[in-house]
């Protein structure tokens, strides 16, 4: 079992940026991958990027090219910086750690852009 705690969330302008932090209460490094996920109103949970224990990283289409996943595997943090923040950017964001067993999910960080 891990505990993941988000943070960074807030209402920021469109056109601005901001950074996520995820917080894990152990070692990241026992995870096949660490990710954020969000879930804009009404809407799925869809993925943002993810991020592997050898540094391999992934983005959704709707925002590659201004965002940037990382890990510090030694404060056992992942961090998302976003950038040129759109409307349809707002969402509760989700921390994942996954193993080979299961999902492990954070409470979640809500992100307003406002036009």
């Known amino acids: 079992q891990v505990q993941l705690v988000e943070s960074g969330g807030g209402l920021v302008q469109a056109g601005g940026s901001l950074s996520l932090s995820c917080a894990a209460s152990?070692?990241?490094?026992?995870?096949?991958?660490m990710g954020w996920y969000r879930q804009p109103p009404g809407k799925p949970r869809e993925l943002v990027a993810v991020?592997?224990?050898?540094?391999?990283?992934n983005y959704a289409d709707s925002v590659k090219g201004r965002s940037t996943i990382s890990r510090d595997n030694a404060k056992n943090t992942v961090n998302l910086q976003l950038s040129r923040l759109k409307p349809e950017d707002t969402a509760v964001y989700y921390c994942?750690?996954?193993?080979?067993?299961?999902?492990?999910w954070g409470q979640g960080t809500q992100v307003t852009v406002s036009s």
């Open positions: 994942l750690a996954r193993s080979a067993e299961r999902e492990n």
């Open positions: 152990r070692s990241i490094m026992s995870f096949v991958y």
């Open positions: 991020i592997t224990t050898g540094g391999s990283t």
